[in-house]
């Protein structure tokens, strides 16, 4: 069992960056697979971003390609999304989320196949 803190949150004009991260508290992050998705008022939760249980491997969401970066350090319990370029559009609560898999060698795209979930962070992007 996992339980997870976002930070990084915060109000930046169109083109900015931000770094969010997550922390993780318990033991064995390294067999976590970790998501983060994002949500506005009234529309249904969205995949962002995923990775693997070591790193290897990362996906997103068309939206954010190429202006978007996951990753992990699995020594200090913690993922980060990078933000780069953002639109107004990107405008949303940002949440982390954990599935134990410890043998799986991808990561889950739906929301409903993570079980841990930090409170989330928002993300405000003025144009």
């Known amino acids: 069992q996992v339980q997870l803190v976002e930070s990084g949150g915060g109000l930046v004009q169109a083109g900015g960056s931000l770094r969010l991260s997550c922390t993780a508290s318990?033991?064995?992050?390294?067999?976590?697979?970790m998501g983060w998705f994002r949500q506005t008022p009234g529309k249904e939760i969205e995949f962002v971003a995923g990775?693997?249980?070591?790193?290897?491997?990362?996906d997103y969401a068309d939206s954010v390609k190429g202006r978007f970066t996951i990753s992990r350090d699995n020594a200090r319990n913690t993922v980060t999304l990078q933000m780069n370029s953002l639109l107004p559009e990107d405008t949303a609560v940002y949440s982390c989320?954990?599935?134990?898999?410890?043998?799986?060698?991808?990561?889950?795209?739906?929301?409903?196949?993570?079980?841990?979930w930090g409170q989330g962070t928002q993300v405000t992007v003025s144009s």
């Open positions: 989320a954990a599935q134990f898999a410890p043998f799986s060698g991808g990561f889950p795209r739906n929301s409903y196949e993570y079980r841990y």
């Open positions: 318990g033991s064995a992050f390294n067999l976590y697979v």
């Open positions: 990775i693997n249980r070591n790193g290897d491997s990362q």
